[in-house]
């Protein structure tokens, strides 16, 4: 994550993002209206992370429309490529431990949205190719808040990830996550939820919390591609 990034006041990380940017829709002050008084926070920055793109050069990582149907268009107008990071890709949690050409790139996109239900827009979204848990563990360390986690499609349907998501409920309370957006219904109380699945990350990255201890209230539900999401304003029960 770029120093600048700690600054802004609300970022929304979208882990195994792939090629989806719809979070560039439903988390825009335009989708208030949808989502109703209890509405999330609008979001100023967008973060995504993907260790192994499935294609060599991604679409969206040169300036053109990635995105075009009759309501919704979305355009990359400018991308930058920032300095690379060093974080690891470990065996034990994913199935493609050999480095991609580009994992640990990471990117700044400048992107236009226009829609037949909301204003057009820009946004910005960084894109760094890093393997999931080492990001979590480096933004956990370095103290940067999430405001906003999605978990949709983990590890993209086919698993570039050999390990269960429940580790994201972890990160998100030592994140200070308030909203968390999930393709499956969560408990109202979360005492502790990582399971034997995705332990390993634990144990592996120890910026993660073991334990943890958080309120879900479930503030909105809708399509997204092919899932059901479920919408979460999340109370911090720990003290870290």
């Known amino acids: 994550m770029q120093p600048e990034a700690k600054k802004l006041r609300n970022t929304a990380w979208y882990p195994s993002a792939g090629k989806d940017f719809r979070p560039l829709l439903y988390l825009s002050p335009s989708y208030d209206r949808i989502t109703g008084p209890n509405a999330p926070a609008p979001v100023d920055h967008y973060l995504f992370t993907d260790y192994w793109p499935w294609s060599e050069q991604p679409q969206f990582l040169a300036p053109g429309v990635i995105f075009n149907d009759r309501r919704t268009r979305i355009e990359v107008t400018r991308v930058e490529e920032l300095r690379p990071m060093r974080l690891p890709v470990h065996p034990d949690l994913v199935y493609r431990p050999n480095h991609h050409h580009l994992t640990n790139r990471v990117f700044n996109l400048n992107m236009q949205i226009w829609s037949d239900d909301q204003q057009a827009r820009s946004a910005r979204v960084t894109y760094a190719f890093a393997e999931n848990t080492a990001m979590a563990n480096d933004l956990i360390r370095k103290r940067v808040n999430i405001t906003h986690l999605i978990n949709v499609c983990y590890g ?33 109380q979360v005492p502790s939820y990582c399971t034997h699945e995705s332990a390993r990350a634990l144990e592996l990255y120890p910026c993660i919390p073991r334990e943890v201890a958080l309120d879900l209230d479930e503030i909105h539900s809708c399509r997204w591609g092919d899932h059901r999401t479920h919408w979460y304003q999340t109370t911090n029960l720990n003290r870290f």
Do not use: K, Q, V, Y
């Open 156 to 188: 993209s349907g086919f698993g570039g990830s050999s390990i269960h998501e429940d580790w994201l409920l972890h990160a998100a309370a030592a994140l200070n996550t308030s909203t968390f957006i999930s393709d499956r219904p969560l408990p109202s």
